[in-house]
């Protein structure tokens, strides 16, 4: 009987249903509701009731969760979505009310809340952003949710001053405590208005609902008004707090800006104290001169780095050296097939860059500087390229210590994990350049 009650669906677009819900979370985040139907949403429980303060996911904001109630009965609604006029609250289990049930529906207040925070800051962000960066700047999209926000738009990458400038002027604004306000107008009074953000790509109906801030409420004379169907707060002091998180590129001329509002915002700053604090303690520099000591701490590690090349370099050329005396012959053409131990792959690069200045034939170097880690290099000079190239030679002896490698003909670099095969390495190494050199 009760399969009998619930309608198998596949997706949302296909729910037929003639139970259109009264949306009143606007105003209420509680109110008694008739349970009229209920669908099966592929693995999901979903419950239409006649009246919902629940918001459905629509427009970048996150659909909200709550309580239904029936006596001592509760069922958990885990998210709220919307096909037409009819709202869907999936549940969290198979249970569910029976239709014709009279229920008591709880939304979940404290992450609704942190969702209006989070809703209402991205119109103040897109005011300021107008503010501070350009006028052109054009919403591309948004995610508004309990934990953090996003908010896409075009423009060129912003400067560390214009973030800076532009979480200062949201933060001002929501220290102005001004009032939120909305009203429903005709479209065709404020489609025209330049003031009034709004998607000109989308489909307004007859009516549509401004969101203002500032200004006298529901004028439309605040410093910023969009068209936007979401929940807000009734004052911008109640986002208490906004922090910026980051701004990058997400796609040619599009930015995306991450921040949070509220306690989120707080314990951001808070954690981001004790890191400065913890760093100011390991460098033994007071806070305020955190940047100095680093900068000092950077310039020293670039002369250490800087004197540790030249050493290395110094290193490389006695290296070099030693293998021009060892180097033999095969078909008139002088090589260098040999192991250098305790050597990575930009020791051995620094000794065949070496050898070019005082040797001209091909060189075949490997090293390791770990158990599972091997190095190989390949020079081969001009004269030698039409026979020999580096990039093949490694491309050939690199399996034989489990890698693989390649590159130009004049220099290639491989790497491998056997660290006990670079003996056969370099016999494969010397049986193909035989073979390639004609020599018998």
């Given amino acids: 009987a009760r399969a009998s009650q619930k309608k198998q669906v596949i997706e949302l677009s296909k729910i037929e249903t003639k139970g259109a819900t009264r949306f009143i979370g606007f ?21 239409i009731l006649d009246v919902s303060p629940c918001y459905a996911e629509m427009g970048g904001q996150v659909g909200d969760r709550a309580i239904i109630a029936h006596g001592a009965n ?16 999936l549940l969290d289990s198979s249970d569910f009310p029976e239709p014709g049930t009279d229920v008591t529906v709880i939304i979940d207040r404290e992450r609704r809340l942190a969702i209006e925070r989070h809703h209402t800051v991205t119109h103040l962000l897109h005011w300021a952003i107008h503010e501070v960066v350009s006028r052109e700047a054009s919403q591309k999209g948004s995610f508004v949710g309990p934990d953090k926000l996003t908010f896409d738009f075009n423009s060129a990458p912003l400067t560390l001053s214009q973030v800076q400038d532009v979480e200062r002027l949201v933060n001002e604004r929501i220290l102005e405590n001004e009032a939120v306000s909305w009203i429903e107008v005709p479209y065709d009074e404020v489609k025209g208005r330049q003031e009034i953000q709004q998607f000109f790509g989308d489909k307004y109906g007859e009516h549509v609902r401004v969101v203002q801030i500032g200004g006298k409420p529901q004028a439309l004379d605040g410093y910023s008004m969009e068209l936007c169907g979401g929940t807000h707060v009734r004052s911008t002091g109640e986002i208490g707090l906004f922090r910026l998180l980051g701004e990058a590129a997400i796609a040619a001329g599009v930015r995306r800006i991450e921040a949070i509002t509220g306690l989120e915002a707080f314990s951001h700053a808070s954690l981001d104290g004790a890191r400065l604090i913890a760093i100011s303690t390991k460098l033994n520099a007071p806070l305020a001169d955190i940047e100095k000591k680093i900068n000092q701490l950077h310039e020293h590690t670039k002369s250490v780095e800087k004197a540790l090349h030249a050493a290395r370099q110094r290193e490389a050329s006695g290296l070099a050296s030693s293998l021009v005396s060892e180097a033999k012959t095969m078909a008139c053409v002088p090589v260098i097939v040999s192991e250098i131990p305790g050597a990575d792959g930009d020791q051995l690069q620094l000794i065949a860059d070496a050898l070019k200045s005082t040797f001209s034939g091909i060189v075949f170097l490997a090293g390791s500087n770990s158990p599972d880690s091997v190095a190989l290099v390949a020079s081969v000079a001009k004269d030698y390229q039409s026979k020999i190239q580096a990039g093949k030679l490694i491309a050939a002896v690199a399996p034989a210590v489990g890698g693989k490698g390649g590159g130009k003909p004049d220099n290639a670099r491989g790497g491998g994990k056997l660290p006990g095969k670079i003996s056969e390495a370099l016999s494969a190494a010397n049986t193909w350049l035989q073979e390639g050199l004609g020599q018998s």
């Avoid at 105003?27 to 419950?47: C, H, P, T």
């Avoid at 509760?74 to 609250?89: A, F, M, P, Q």
Wanted: charged share 30%; aromatic share 6%.
């Fill in 27 to 47: 105003d209420q985040k509680e109110s008694d509701a008739k349970v009229l139907e209920i669908v099966a949403l592929k693995n999901r429980m979903a419950v």
């Fill in 74 to 89: 509760t069922w958990t609604i885990s998210d709220t979505r919307k096909t037409g006029d009819t709202w869907l609250h």
